[in-house]
Every structure is written in C-alpha cells, then in structure tokens.
C-alpha cells in the first residue's frame, strides 16, 4: 500500500489498529468503515482494498460484488438509522480506490435537503445527534451479520 493514499493510509491504519474511522467489516476485497463525521453518524463507505481507480477497471463479477455490498450496507443503514434518505455516491477525484460513500440524511440534519457538502442550513440538536450515535453498534452488528450471511 502507498503511504501517499490517504484510503491505502486509512485502511493500513485498521491494520495496526490505528485510526479515526471504525472499521466494520473487511474482506480480502472490501472493507467498509463508518466515517468519522459528527454532523452523519451512520455514514459509511465501502472501499475497494487496492489500487483500482474506476467501477469499469473491475471485473463484471467484482462490480457486482461491490454494488451486493453497497445495498446491503445501505439496507442495515436503513433498517438501523431510519432516515429520511440515503444518498449513496462514488466520487473522490484525488483518492486511486473505487469507494461508496453510504449517508443517511435526516430532516434535522445540518445541510437537508441539499448534498451535504452544500451550505449548512442549521445545526441539529445535540441531543439527537447523540441518539443517533447511540445506535452506531447496533449498525454495525447489522452490517456484519448482512455481510457474513
């Protein structure tokens, strides 16, 4: 892995136990991790473990095993999270691995109903920012038992 990616210092990170993001489940070809983002607990991204820049550089066989992977991390976010939506993308313009951001968005949440990227259009109350955090375990159980089934 190349310490110069940041995904490739990310997921070497898991391997030395180290880093800000959790990871949630691996396999030899994907690794999915929840993102360390305060305003989105329950954002989670499936990351291709190698260099692999486009979904068309995979094999058909490995595109479909990726996307199998997003929508069961997108159900257990679902199941889990109850948002209002789930905005599943991949981009990422610097970053040489194929990866899925998976983020539940709310009503309340700090940038609804635009990208959350876009302007804040208010601050979601502490309370249920902390409610939502609360339920990152049981995610995470969803996720592995939908990902080792």
Known sequence: MSTSCDLCTLLDGYANKQGLETL?????RLSV?????????GFCRVIW??????????????????????????LAVREIMQP???NVASFGNMTPHVHW?????????????????AAI???TAPEVLAARR???PALRDAIIQRLSA
Do not use: C
């Open 33 to 41: 991790v929840a993102v360390d983002d305060p305003s989105y607990p």
């Open 49 to 74: 473990n190698k260099h692999v820049k486009e979904m068309t550089d995979l094999t058909p066989g490995e595109r479909n095993y990726v996307m199998e992977v997003v929508w069961q991390v997108e």
């Open 24 to 28: 949630l489940w691996h396999s030899e």
């Open 134 to 136: 609360a339920l990152l």
């Open 121 to 123: 259009q208010r601050e």
């Open 84 to 86: 209002e939506k789930v």
């Open 101 to 117: 951001h998976v983020i539940p968005r709310y009503r309340d949440d700090a940038h609804f109903p635009h990208p959350s990227w």
